[in-house]
Every structure is written in structure tokens, then in C-alpha cells.
């Protein structure tokens, strides 16, 4: 079975339905159709143009150009992963966190699923090495920012219950040892309900694109579970790598909670 | 020669100091001051929950050839606001320090049932006061102590005075940051009175 091709008359058609939100949002006083069009718009160039960059990017088929898309990739991941918590690390200490964290949770996840499970000749195939780091980098950026984010909030709030227990002589890592056992846990959350969730109250998105690309429902699931599994381990790797990093600047070499190195963020985040 | 409990010199950071003090053992230093004068600075500096520049020294000790967790578990701080982290008093107590705490609460006029409780209902007296206990249980050398006092009622004060007593006789150290001229009489024999900026003789 081939995969049924679209036209743009296709595209259209389902494009139809957008018209339908703008006139509910006419109609109802929404004030929401300017926000629908340009959405949609977004949508359309933004997908095309990841489509010809991608259809170019995989022409050229050279480990250094599929090297910088991810890099380019790994790095906005890890923006976002800093640009989330309340709490600001000195010395753009966010942006290191977060970019350090995003980087070795989804190189490790990625290399072994290409070195092991999926195996594309050569490893480095940018049609499997770009998608991968893509759907990898999702989970990566939830697990680092909930952690990050429950990191810095919660040396804060704990701070009396942190220094109480240096003031008696207990080591700087024991010492957190609770708020790292809560951040890493709050950042693997979602994975588990994805987990147990998927294929009752939804069908995971991989699965159904591969289903509608003719692929066997079954064989389609086995690549869901595969992919599913490494985004658990990128989450848990990245949440593992944040909370590391974080813990490490917010200490120093005489093991003291250093919160002056914290700064609340100013104001709402503009954009 | 017999190196003196604690000492420092030329103890400062960004917001306080420079501050030079000696402490023999057994002996108890009044630190009494306006609020904001850099009182809690001096002690966290001391316990070297701060950074700080200039050094200082426990028993003869560099506080730089000690590891911190050492220095700290050895020079024992008590803020004046105490923190927890685990929801049962009991949990702050490991091991054979409990018994010790038990003994400890009787002392200083705690109820029982108190150690086998939640954290939540203590009131902040009873917090005070554990939180000293579980300083106490260490034995440290040196003690350091915010308003050890503050939310404590006049007989509660003289109890955990008498327990105070006993600790400088037998030989720790204590700085102790009191609102009270009458407590630093009663416990201290050296007073530095904090103005402004530098620690000075009163």
C-alpha cells in the first residue's frame, strides 16, 4: 500500500474548516478570527518551509549539514528550557542548564536509538537522525523545564529547610536531596501518563501517521513503543542533567546554599 | 599553649565586618545592635553559611583545612527563625540523638509527646526550643545562637539558660545575638554592642 499523495485542492478543502472557526468566532463575537488567520498562516509557511528545508537537507545527505540543524534545534530546546522558571541562575546560568541538559539527554537518547533499534545506513541519515531528534527534543524540553523550573522554585521556598540542615553539618547534596528527588519526579510525570494512556484516550501521533502512510497497524505500534520508550529516557535524562547542573551553581566549594546567585525574573516574559 | 576556642580576624563580606573576636572556652560572647546592623550576618559568617573574606580558626584550626559540613556540624548555628524538612519532629533527631533530645525537652520545659508529633503543631516556642535541642545533641564546641530566646516566655527563658549554663561550664563556646541587656548579663562576659557597620568593644 502507497500513501495516498495530497493535493493542494486537498489542502483546501480541510482549509474550509478554518474559514468555519473565523465565521463561529464572527458570530459568536469571539474577537478571535484575526488570531485564527494569522495561526494559519503561520501554520502553512511554517510547515512548508521545514519541508524544503528538510527536502534539501536530505539531498544533500552530509553528516555536517545534518550536525548544524540539530545543533540549531538542540539549541532553541534549550532557550526554552531556561526561559521557563521564575528563578534566574547568574551569568545566564539558565541558558547553560538548559542547553547543557538538552544537549546530553537527546544525543544519548538519539545515537543509541540510531546505533541500536532503527539502524540507517550510514547511522547518521538525516531522514532518521532529524525526525528523531525532533520527537526527542519534545520530551527533552518538557522533562529539563519542569525540573528546572521546580529546581529554582523549590531552593527558594525550602531554602530555612535546606540551610537548617547545613547548620548541622549535613553535606550540600544530602541536603537537597529532596527537592531533587521532587523535581526529577514532577518532570516524569507526563511521561508515564503518556504512557498509560496511549492508544485508549488517543492515538499516539506517530502511530497514526505511519498508519496513514500505509504502514501495518502493528508494525506501526512497534515504532510507537520504541519511540515512546525513548522519550521516557530523554525526559529522565534531561531532568537527571538539569537538576545536576542547577545543584552545582547553586552551591560552592565550602558546600553553601547560594541563593544570591538566584534573581527573580522582572516582570511578565515579553514577546 | 592552648589555642582558643574560636577565633576571628578581620571577618567581613559585602554587608558586614570587618570583625575580630576571640573566644576561650567555655566562654560567651553578647552580639547586641539595632535590627540590620549585620548581627545574623556575623553568625552565618562564622558558621560560613556566607561567603566572607579573612579567616578564622576552631580550636587552633583553620576553618580552611576543615571540610564545611565538618566546620559547620563542629560550629553550630541557630537562626532565629528554625528551618525543618521532613513533617515529623522525630525525623530531625537521627539515630541515637533522639534519646539525648528527650532527656533535653524535659529540661527546657518541652511536653513529652512533642518529639513523637508533626512539625506543623508546634508552636514557634516549642520550635525554638527544638531546634536548640537539636543543635545540643551534636555537643559542638561552639554554638551560635540567634535570639535563642525571643519567642520564649520568662520560665521557658530561665530553663533554657540553666541548659546554656551548663554547656559554657562545660567548656563550648557561645555567640549569642540578644535583644535583652539582662541576658547578655546573665550568660555573657564578653559584649560587643554593633552600631552601624564595624563590631566594636561596648
Known amino acids: 500500500m502507497t500513501p495516498i499523495l495530497l493535493s493542494p485542492g486537498d489542502i483546501a478543502i480541510a482549509a474550509s474548516l478554518l474559514v468555519l472557526d473565523g465565521a463561529i468566532s464572527v458570530l459568536l463575537r469571539l474577537d478571535l478570527h484575526r488570531q485564527l488567520a ?22 544533500l545527505a552530509s553528516p555536517w549539514v545534518t550536525l548544524g540543524v540539530v545543533c540549531c534545534m538542540v539549541a532553541i530546546a534549550g532557550r526554552e528550557v531556561a526561559a521557563r522558571p521564575e528563578q534566574r541562575l547568574g551569568r545566564l546560568g539558565n541558558y547553560a542548564v538548559g542547553a547543557g541538559a538538552v544537549a546530553v539527554a537527546t544525543l ?44 529554582l522554585g523549590g531552593v527558594v521556598r525550602e531554602r530555612a529547610a535546606i540551610e537548617a540542615q547545613l547548620t548541622l553539618g549535613v553535606p550540600f547534596r544530602q541536603a537537597i536531596r529532596g527537592l531533587v528527588r521532587a523535581s526529577v519526579r514532577r518532570a516524569l510525570l507526563p511521561i508515564v501518563n503518556q504512557m498509560s494512556a496511549a492508544g485508549i484516550i488517543t492515538l499516539p501521533g506517530i502511530m497514526t501517521g505511519q498508519i496513514l502512510a500505509g504502514m501495518d497497524p502493528l508494525e506501526a505500534a512497534k515504532y510507537q513503543i520504541l519511540l515512546i520508550f525513548l522519550l521516557s529516557g530523554g525526559a529522565a535524562l534531561a531532568a537527571v542533567a538539569v537538576v545536576t547542573l ?14 544570591d546567585r538566584l534573581t527573580a525574573k522582572r516582570g511578565p516574559r515579553t514577546h | 599553649m592552648t589555642a582558643d576556642r574560636l577565633r576571628a580576624a578581620g571577618l567581613r563580606s ?17 552580639v547586641t545592635g539595632p535590627s540590620g546592623a549585620g548581627k545574623s550576618l556575623l553568625l552565618r559568617m562564622l558558621a560560613d553559611l556566607d561567603p566572607s573574606e579573612g579567616e578564622f580558626w576552631l580550636d587552633g584550626q583553620a576553618r580552611h583545612d576543615i571540610p564545611a559540613p565538618q566546620w559547620r556540624r563542629r560550629v553550630v548555628y541557630c537562626p532565629a527563625e528554625s528551618g525543618w524538612w521532613d513533617e515529623h519532629v522525630a525525623a530531625h533527631f537521627p539515630g541515637p540523638t533522639l534519646a539525648a533530645a528527650r532527656a533535653l525537652a524535659q529540661h527546657v520545659g518541652l511536653a513529652d509527646g512533642l518529639l513523637d508529633g508533626p512539625v506543623l503543631r508546634l508552636s514557634t516556642g516549642e520550635r525554638q526550643r527544638l531546634a536548640l535541642i537539636r543543635a545540643l545533641v551534636l555537643d559542638p564546641p561552639v554554638l551560635l545562637l540567634d535570639e535563642p530566646t525571643g519567642a520564649l516566655d520568662q520560665d521557658s527563658t530561665a530553663l533554657v539558660e540553666a541548659v546554656l549554663r551548663d554547656r559554657l561550664t ?17 550568660l555573657a562576659q564578653q559584649h560587643f554592642r554593633m552600631a552601624a557597620r564595624p563590631l566594636a568593644p561596648a
Request: with cysteine; net charge positive; charged share 15%.
Open chain 2, 170 to 186: 562545660a567548656g563550648t563556646a557561645i555567640v549569642m545575638v540578644t535583644h535583652s541587656a539582662e541576658q547578655a548579663n546573665r
Open chain 1, 246 to 259: 542547577a545543584a552545582a551553581r547553586l552551591t560552592d566549594d565550602r558546600q553553601r546554599l547560594r541563593l
Open chain 1, 38 to 59: 494569522i495561526a494559519g498562516l503561520r501554520l502553512v509557511v511554517q510547515l512548508v518551509l521545514v519541508g524544503y528545508l528538510l527536502r534539501a537537507v536530505f539531498a
Open chain 2, 14 to 30: 559585602k554587608l558586614a565586618g570587618p570583625f575580630d573576636l576571640t573566644l576561650a572556652r567555655g566562654a560567651c560572647l553578647s
Open chain 1, 108 to 151: 544519548l537518547t538519539v545515537v543509541l536509538a540510531l546505533t541500536t533499534a532503527i539502524r540507517p545506513h550510514p547511522w547518521f541519515d538525516p531522514h532518521y537522525a532529524i525526525p528523531l531528534v525532533g520527537i526527542v527534543l519534545g520530551s527533552v524540553l518538557n522533562g529539563g523545564s519542569l525540573a528546572l523550573d521546580s529546581m
